[in-house]
């Protein structure tokens, strides 16, 4: 079993709904959790980071971080065509060498 | 803005043929790590420096790859003798040190196809 699950969609959205993205993770020890965003042919692109449980805001995105389930969830308010892309969610321990494990990322068709 | 540079954007090279990609970090990024995605999976971490000190290589084939970082700045990844196996993203990417690492920037990766 992989320490990080991912659904891999693909999902399928029509312009301005809300989406949900979300993972579930064995480790409890890690305590950073990120979002990336990758679009076709490019490197992932950090889109935020939560340490330990809680919510954290940036526009129309929303990060959610429940520890005690190990499970994390990205929002996405008032889709757009342009969030069509690949969202990998990823964590790290905060002591150590605190290298990224990432999960295998769920693909995200926002339709027009 | 500062990015992490890397070449070649795509690479095509026969098995047993020996390949190399580079990564210039952002400057001031002293923490710098390899990947590799194989298609449809995430990213998994090939090798880790700090400065110029390797941090972590336990997950590097060792009998056919290598990297270095001489001077702490830009690092070159090389696999010898490619196999078919090795066809995947090699990602680069940097952070200002090790206990920023959960801001990790990527840089655009290097495609390459082994035939």
């Known amino acids: 079993q992989k320490e990080v699950e991912q659904d891999p969609g693909p999902l399928s959205v029509p312009e301005g709904a809300i989406v949900s993205l979300n993972c579930t993770y064995s480790?409890?020890?890690?305590?950073?959790f990120m979002w990336y965003r990758q679009y076709s042919r490019k490197g992932p692109e950090l889109l935020m980071y939560?340490?330990?449980?809680g919510n954290k805001e940036d526009g129309r995105f929303t990060a959610q971080v429940d520890k005690s389930s190990k499970y994390i969830s990205l929002f996405i308010r008032d889709s757009q065509p342009s969030d069509s892309a690949t969202y990998l969610c990823?964590?790290?321990?905060?002591?150590?060498?605190?290298?990224?494990?990432f999960g295998s990322g769920t693909r995200l068709q926002v339709q027009p | 803005e500062a990015e992490v540079a890397q070449s070649p954007r795509y690479k095509i090279t026969e098995k047993s043929q020996a390949v190399a990609f580079w990564c210039d970090p952002i400057?001031?990024?002293?923490?710098l790590y390899w990947y590799r995605q194989i298609l449809g999976q995430g990213p998994e971490l090939l090798v880790q420096?700090?400065?110029?000190?390797?941090?972590?290589d336990s997950q590097l084939p060792k009998d056919r790859f290598s990297a270095e970082r001489l001077k702490g700045v830009d690092s070159t990844l090389k696999i010898q003798p490619a196999e078919l196996g090795d066809s995947a993203m090699y990602l680069c990417?940097?952070?200002?040190?090790?206990?920023?690492?959960?801001?990790?920037?990527f840089g655009p990766g290097t495609r390459l196809t082994v035939l």
């Open positions: 990417a940097s952070s200002f040190n090790v206990d920023r690492g959960h801001e990790q920037f």
């Open positions: 420096f700090q400065d110029e000190s390797v941090v972590d």
């Open positions: 400057s001031g990024h002293a923490t």
């Open positions: 990823a964590m790290s321990f905060d002591t150590g060498r605190r290298a990224l494990t």
């Open positions: 480790n409890s020890a890690f305590q950073y």
């Open positions: 939560t340490y330990s449980s």
